[in-house]
Nanobody
Framework: QVQLVESGGGLVQAGGSLRLSCAAS????????MGWFRQAPGKEREFVAR????????YYTDSVKGRFAISRDNAKDTVYLQMNSLKPEDTAVYYC?????????????WGQGTQVTVSS
């Protein structure tokens, strides 16, 4: 089992920045690709970004390209999501997830989520 705990959410004005963190425990962190997802009120959960086990490969959904950056520190068992130029439409609960497969369509392990609210 992999346990994931997100932190760093909060309320920010449009144009501002936040950095989310996701601390992992339970298994060897570097064996898992990591992803960030989000779910806005009344909407389905959507993919935001992912990073490979080493962190050398990353991928983003189009709506966050150039504004968000995913990174990981395998020595600290933590993955990050740096969010810049935030927009009201980025408001959602953000979840981190882990899976052994970088291209996984369904992730095996999930955190509890952290709320991000962007005011206009």
């Amino acid at each position: 089992q992999v346990q994931l705990v997100e932190s760093g959410g909060g309320l920010v004005q449009a144009g501002g920045s936040l950095r989310l963190s996701c601390a992992a425990s339970g298994r060897t962190f570097s064996n898992y690709a990591m992803g960030w997802f989000r779910q806005a009120p009344g909407k389905e959960r959507e993919f935001v970004a992912r990073t490979s086990r080493s962190g050398l490969s990353t991928y983003y959904t189009d709506s966050v390209k150039g504004r968000f950056a995913i990174s990981r520190d395998n020595a600290k068992d933590t993955v990050y999501l740096q969010m810049n130029s935030l927009k009201p439409e980025d408001t959602a609960v953000y979840y981190c997830a882990a899976d052994r497969n970088y291209d996984a369509s369904v992730y095996n392990y999930w955190g509890q989520g952290t709320q991000v609210t962007v005011s206009s």
